[in-house]
């Protein structure tokens, strides 16, 4: 006996030309703008940048600064006229390119050592969509020049509280890293 072929699925999708009567879907020009009344985005206090939170876990979880939410995440959005100044949280903190250019991140380390990551889209330039910022470390961030914006999420695990924040002092913080002066400027208000 031989085997009958399983007859082939009828196409989910009617073809290209089926469409043509059809004009494209168009998106308006993606600004900064746009994003903030979109999105719902407003100012992030004593940071920088626009935000709104995404995602705040109900589970409740022990840290040693007390009971945290287990995870929250943002919407973060860096322009021209922003930038990530330099701060540290208690907790990890992980972020995720969405849309936009290419961002340089300081990390200032224990030790007195700098990391400086580029988050973007050209991977074979040495970009990477997603960057963590470990614990305790402090960070900040900003556009690559010629950049109109840069989309963002940022995922916390414990979640987010602002018990947790501590905003960098320029002076104390160029004591400690006499090298990274000039960025620790950039990037401190």
Do not use: C, K, N
């Amino acid at each position: 006996a031989h085997a009958r072929a399983a007859p082939r699925p009828a196409a989910r999708h009617p073809p290209a030309a089926a469409h043509a009567d059809r004009p494209l879907v168009t998106t308006p020009e993606l600004t900064p703008e746009y994003l903030i009344e979109t999105l719902g985005l407003v100012p992030l206090p004593f940071e920088g940048g626009w935000y709104v939170e995404t995602w705040r876990s109900s589970v409740l979880v022990p840290t040693e600064r007390g009971r945290r939410a287990a995870g929250s995440a943002i919407w973060y959005l860096i322009t021209p006229d922003s930038f990530s100044a330099l701060h540290r949280v208690a907790f990890d903190e992980l972020f995720h390119l969405y849309l936009g250019d290419a961002v340089e991140m300081l990390q200032l380390l224990p030790g007195g050592s700098t990391r400086t990551l580029r988050i973007g889209a050209d991977i074979a330039g040495g970009e990477r969509p997603q960057a963590l910022v470990p614990a305790g470390v402090w960070q900040g961030a900003r556009l690559l020049p010629g950049g109109s914006f840069a989309l963002f999420g940022v995922t916390m695990a414990p979640g987010f509280d602002r018990a947790d924040f501590e905003p960098g002092d320029r002076a104390a913080l160029i004591a400690h890293w006499p090298h990274a002066a000039d960025h620790i400027r950039a990037l401190t208000r």
